[in-house]
């Protein structure tokens, strides 16, 4: 086994004690919300409905994929479904320490020198971050969603690689609007880069046209359903926590951004050292500031979030790593730079 190989067993091996520790520390207890989604899965499985109490047809949930997923172990008595929907957060959770890996691994052209440090980095601070830790056992849907996001990302970088990465990219999309209700924001973000960077796309009319079709067939049957179920498109918690007051929405956005950038202000600090003039004309670093700062406005728009661990900001936190980690590699070698400078000048 190669020493990056071993570096990384020891990253994953490091995050799984760490998330042991927590759920120790939290009595091993799912998040309040988690119960939500329980109880859906529970109605569905006795033949009542996608329904929080028989007869009330209200979509008190924004995590359809995830209350289907955990609705059988809902009946297996052999089963506790608030371990096993942790542990399934756990062990997607450390996929996406890889999937982040490989993420990075795809901008090692761009600082070949330091090409180990930056595939790992980002792993590494994944496994170190408290709220990717705290969210892969709280028994909600966001281990589930980050994995999908990157996904996308991976696929969508590797769109011209072979014609699976487009079915993979449209299963993705898909996966991840049934997953949360920003889906589609994300397929809208992906698209506009896409026709952005549209020269470095092959076939790209076909693959656009394509993407569009598939998506808007998926939107036809998801959102029927939930028209004709609930008879609203929109989760009824959307309504219920005040959203459509945008002006309060901002301050309490506001707050809440400050408070994820104040926690993690390293990271912030070293994207500013991103070279932007040459990033926004490379297509994939464009993507990852394009995508952080639409979903980062999303955040802001929506107000926030109340919970603990900077919930919203999970499936942002891997790509801000792989943003930080190009900004102080960045820094890194200017200063190499200037150091090399300054002793031929002498």
């Known amino acids: 086994m190669s020493k990056q190989r071993k570096y990384f067993v020891f990253i994953l091996v490091f995050f799984v004690l760490y998330c042991f520790f927590l759920s120790w520390s939290f009595l091993f207890q799912n998040v309040d919300d988690a119960y939500i989604s329980y109880r859906y899965g529970k109605n569905l499985m006795e033949g009542k409905g996608l329904v929080y109490n028989q007869g009330e047809y209200v979509e008190g949930y924004t995590n359809f994929l995830w209350t289907i997923i955990t609705a059988p172990f809902t009946q297996i008595k ?7 929907s942790s542990t399934l957060g756990l062990l997607i959770s450390m996929a996406n320490i890889l999937m ?3 993420i990075a691994k795809m901008f090692s052209a761009n600082l070949a ?21 705290f969210w892969a056992i709280g028994g909600m849907e966001f281990p589930l969603y980050t994995l999908f996001i990157l996904g996308i990302t991976y696929n969508y970088f590797r769109i011209n690689d072979g014609k699976k990465y487009l079915v993979y990219l449209i299963a993705l ?7 949360r209700p920003e889906g589609n924001m994300i397929i809208v973000v992906t698209l506009g880069h896409m026709f952005l960077f549209r020269k470095h796309i092959n076939n790209f009319w076909k693959v656009f046209g394509i993407i569009i079709a598939a998506y808007a067939l998926f939107c036809v049957g998801y959102y029927g359903f939930k028209y004709l179920f609930y008879g609203q498109l929109i989760p009824n918690t959307f309504y219920a926590k005040g959203v459509t007051d945008f002006k309060m929405n901002l301050v309490l956005g506001t707050k809440y951004l400050a408070m994820c950038i104040g926690t993690r202000i390293y990271i912030f600090i070293f994207i500013l050292f991103i070279p932007f003039k040459k990033a926004f004309t490379d297509k994939r670093q464009s993507y990852l500031v394009g995508f952080v700062l639409m979903y980062i406005i999303y955040i802001v728009a929506v107000g926030g979030d109340w ?23 960045n820094v890194i070698n200017k200063i190499s730079e200037y150091l090399k400078n300054e002793s031929k000048a002498i």
């Open 307 to 329: 919970m603990i661990a900077n919930r919203f900001f999970v499936p942002i936190i891997p790509m801000l790593y792989v943003l930080s980690v190009i900004g102080f590699l």
């Open 113 to 133: 020198k330091y090409v180990k440090y930056l595939v790992l980095l980002p792993a590494l601070f994944m496994a170190l971050d408290d709220s990717i830790a």
């Open 100 to 102: 982040i890996a490989l």
């Open 78 to 84: 052999s089963v506790d479904v608030s371990i096993f």
């Open 173 to 179: 999309l898909m996966l991840c609007t049934l997953s």
